[in-house]
């Protein structure tokens, strides 16, 4: 019999929970507010997830795709595109970057590549921050 790696088995079974809820839908909130051609306005300081270095937060969708800001520095942010480079299932955060459930590829804060199968970083998203308010898009 053949053996089965814990990896195979996990990813097998995760891709069997997640079969059809591969994403996680974003929580509405008062901080983001979705501007005309579809960029998102982002009230930093209104969003604790943010609130010190390493913390990041899904904020919403651009154009169907989800997307996440992570602060990386003090007054630094990434927004990321959340689909995993892979085959495209949304990433969820873990406890120091993010997770693909799909296949157990894991991204660094700043979305860079941490774990394959995915074989580059998450997408980098235009974000401008001004006045503690971020436009991303
Ligand atoms: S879809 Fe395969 S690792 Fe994310």
């Not at 996680?24 to 209104?46: I, T």
């Not at 602060?71 to 892979?86: E, F, G, Q, S």
């Not at 693909?100 to 998450?122: M, W």
């Amino acid at each position: 019999m053949e053996s089965v790696s814990r990896r195979a088995l996990l990813t097998g079974a995760c891709a069997l929970l997640l079969a059809g809820t591969s994403h996680v839908p974003a929580v509405a909130n008062p901080a983001v507010k979705k501007l005309p051609g579809g960029k998102l306005s982002v009230k930093l300081k209104d969003l604790s997830a943010l609130s010190t270095d390493g913390g990041a937060v899904r904020i919403g969708s651009i154009k169907g795709a989800p997307v996440g800001i992570a602060r990386i520095a003090n007054n630094k942010y990434v927004a990321l595109d959340l689909r995993c480079p892979h085959q495209g299932a949304t990433v969820d955060k873990s406890a120091t970057g993010w997770l693909c459930n799909v296949h157990l590829s894991e991204f660094e804060n700043d979305g860079d590549l941490l774990l394959g199968p995915a074989t580059t970083g998450l997408k980098k998203i235009p974000i401008k921050v001004s006045r503690g308010v971020a436009v991303v898009g």
